[in-house]
């Protein structure tokens, strides 16, 4: 892990594409803004452990129940992580104010 010290104002590069300048600095925290192509997806860490602790919970508990089949099972399990992508999605727009 690389780590530095960044000043407000100042910018962090990360191969051809994407730049991350520090936006804000604060007692214990940092605002930062990230700068990306659009196929790149850039999600907060918090949020993507969520999402993965929640499709376990899902994919779980459709194997224990009996009544469901495995091509049921699957399916269910598509559909939660379909809905995870969506929940991540809506929270990167939310976070680009579009």
Known sequence: MLILARK??????????????IVEVGNGWAKIGIEAPKNIS????????EVVAENIRAARS????????A?????????TAKAAELVLQAELMKEKGE
């Open 62 to 69: 459709a194997t224990q129940r009996n009544s469901r089949s």
């Open 8 to 21: 407000k104002d100042r910018r962090i590069v990360i191969g051809d594409s994407i730049e991350i300048v």
């Open 71 to 79: 091509a049921d099972a699957a399916g269910h399990r598509k559909t």
């Open 42 to 49: 850039v999600y907060r860490k918090e949020l993507v452990d």
